[in-house]
């Protein structure tokens, strides 16, 4: 699971970002994903780099154990 995401989430994410194109290599013809896939990929991205940022600054402040995004 990743931090900030529920099961879902972090399921559906991992299932978009296997859809990714690679950067560089042989998928460099790639098409590049619809619009949609896209969008939600960066709204579960972007929900999960905020989470992990305020947890890290949580820890930075010796304030862990009361971290929301752990049980």
């Not at 950067?23 to 460099?28: S, Y």
């Not at 896209?38 to 989470?51: F, M, V």
Request: charged content about 25%.
């Amino acid at each position: 699971m990743l931090v900030g995401l529920t099961l879902e989430e972090t399921s559906e994410f991992e299932g978009l970002d296997t859809s990714l194109p690679m950067l560089g290599g042989e998928a460099q013809g790639a098409e590049l994903m619809p619009s949609a896939v896209e969008g939600r990929w960066l709204e579960l991205y972007d929900k999960h780099d905020k989470a992990w940022i305020q947890w890290k600054a949580d820890l930075r402040a010796g304030q862990a154990g009361n971290s929301p995004f752990f049980n």
